[in-house]
């Protein structure tokens, strides 16, 4: 079975434009969260998906957004892109949303601006 | 605040030397806590969940424990292919975020 994909692997984009990052769950999974991991770092969470609706959202500001699609893949979008924006950006997917089931994490992308 | 806390940052072990890592952990309720390796350029992987205290779970090498307040990453007699960055996360009741702590680096020499 395929694992979480997503796309593209490699970004490299400028300050203050914007980027769409693409992540599709492993199949039967209708959770997605996003991470953003920064060298040396633990991933640090960004939203949750469920059923296509936001469940949490963690300390980032408005400049980054997400949504989850009715096929459960999901789009992170973020705006104004500053040079501190620069990270590995992690998707993983779960069964469900809010519970304790272990998330599946795929490779990532790592966006470098410049 | 919810917190997760690894020590050490990093560790260097030969070959055969088995050690332990330690995930020390802040929150309200504890849901579940959660144990990961990563390598190098690659997502996270999914190793044990622990649900509540004097639970252990066990892999190969690997054995974690918990308790009401921290985390035992151990490692036994450990091969170079063990070498990775090993994270712990927790979620807490009420919530749906999961927090991570840091990391601990592995180096197994041969």
């Known amino acids: 079975d395929a694992g979480v994909t997503q796309s593209p692997t490699h970004l490299i984009k400028t300050r203050g434009q914007h980027v769409t990052l693409r992540c599709s769950p492993i199949s039967g999974h209708k959770s997605v969260s996003w991470y953003q991991q920064v060298l040396g770092q633990g991933p640090q969470f960004i939203f949750q998906y469920y059923e296509k609706e936001e469940r949490g959202r963690g300390n980032f500001p408005d400049r980054f957004s997400a949504r989850q699609f009715p096929n459960y893949s999901s789009e992170l979008n973020v705006n104004a892109l500053l040079l501190g924006d620069s990270a590995l950006y992690l998707c993983?997917?779960?069964?469900?949303?809010?519970?304790?089931?272990?998330?599946?994490f795929g490779d990532g992308t790592r966006l470098s601006i410049l | 605040e919810d917190q997760v806390t690894q020590s050490p940052e990093a560790l260097r072990l030969q070959e055969g030397e088995s050690s332990s890592l330690n995930c020390s952990y802040t929150v309200s309720g504890l849901r579940g806590l959660f144990w990961y390796r990563q390598d190098p350029g690659k997502g996270p992987e999914f190793l044990f969940t622990?649900?509540?205290a004097g639970e252990e779970k066990e892999k190969e090498r690997l054995k974690a424990t918990l308790t009401k307040k921290e985390s035992f990453l151990h490692i036994t007699a450990p091969k170079p292919e063990d070498s990775a960055t090993y994270l712990c996360a927790v979620q807490a009741t009420g919530g749906f975020k999961t927090i991570f702590g840091a990391g601990t680096r592995l180096f197994v020499k041969a």
């Open positions: 622990l649900y509540s």
């Open positions: 993983a997917s779960s069964l469900q949303g809010g519970s304790n089931q272990p998330q599946h």
